[in-house]
């Protein structure tokens, strides 16, 4: 039997990178998956995982999805609150509309999901949130301020969520990825003057040399979001090459 056997679980950010390896390891070990993602089909969420067309900037898309979730799932046990946008640059080189449309996906997007799920997580004997954070949040990297406080953010409310919910029997967790092979990565070497020579400087940047893998921090989110780690509420997990010790 399936770890997941019986448990029903929502990933937004599900249909790339770290939230589609996400959902396609908890289908494999036994759950039944929703994706809510902006473009749920393109490349394409594939079956058994339900695509539910979400923007996560918007609280009636979240409030819709997650109902639409619920009731196609038959209810929600697990909550993957992963979808996120990248912002690069130091602290004068992005305006305040940038400062806001980051937040809003990042921060509030998360804020957001968490309350349209919380009343069917507290209907579930099995209750997990794990949120996609990143060891941008403490690290320190160079040119990352308003990322960074996304999610430095992020962490925090991990924390002060996992205080709140546990006497409700809800886990909230975060996975802290260091720079992974996903799709957005690909996207940003894409667009460096030396692409390869970009690609070797990040993995450089970790000290086991290479970059992380979307299905590494897919294994950390499916640990967290298990019941085998019923006893872990308000952690962080770092999947980062050994980054977070520097
Ligand atoms: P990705 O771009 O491959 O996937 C992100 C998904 O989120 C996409 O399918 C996108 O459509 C969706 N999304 C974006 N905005 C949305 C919105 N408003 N509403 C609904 N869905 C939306 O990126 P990824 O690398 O898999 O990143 C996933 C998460 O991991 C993010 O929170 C990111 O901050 C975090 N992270 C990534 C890395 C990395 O190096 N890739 C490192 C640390 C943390």
Redesign the pocket.
């Known amino acids: 039997t399936g770890t997941f056997d019986g448990l029903r679980a929502v990933v937004?950010?599900?249909?790339?990178?770290?939230?589609?390896a996400t959902a396609t390891l908890l289908a494999e070990r036994g759950a039944r998956v929703a994706c809510?993602?902006?473009?749920p089909d393109v490349p394409g969420v594939p079956e058994p995982l339900l695509g539910v067309r979400?923007?996560?900037?918007g609280d009636a898309s979240v409030r819709a999805a997650v109902a639409e979730a619920a009731d196609r799932l038959g209810g929600i046990d697990i909550l993957v609150n992963?979808?996120?946008?990248?912002a690069q640059g130091g602290i004068e080189d992005n305006d305040d509309d940038e400062w806001h449309r980051v937040f809003d996906?990042?921060v509030f997007?998360m804020v957001r999901v968490a309350r349209a799920a919380l009343p069917y997580l507290r209907a579930s004997r099995a209750a997990a949130i794990v949120n996609?954070?990143?060891?941008?949040a403490t690290a320190g990297l160079p040119r990352r301020v308003l990322?960074a406080s996304t999610?430095g953010a992020v962490l925090a409310m991990t924390r002060a969520m996992a205080t709140d919910l546990v006497a409700e029997g809800i886990r909230v967790n975060c996975v802290?990825?260091?720079?992974?092979?996903?799709?957005?990565?690909n996207?940003l070497l894409a667009a460096a003057t030396d692409p390869e020579e970009e690609r070797r400087a990040l993995a450089a940047r970790q000290p086991m040399g290479r970059?992380?893998s979307?299905e590494e921090?897919a294994e950390a989110i499916a640990y967290l979001a298990s019941p085998l780690a019923g006893s872990t509420t308000g952690t962080d997990l770092a999947v980062d090459g050994g980054m977070h010790g520097l």
């Open positions: 937004t950010g599900g249909a790339s990178g770290i939230g589609l809510l993602d902006l473009f979400a923007d996560v900037t992963n979808a996120g946008i990248g996906v990042n997007g996609t954070c990143s060891i941008a990322y999610k802290n990825p260091g720079t992974a092979d996903t799709p957005w990565v996207r970059l992380v979307a921090v």
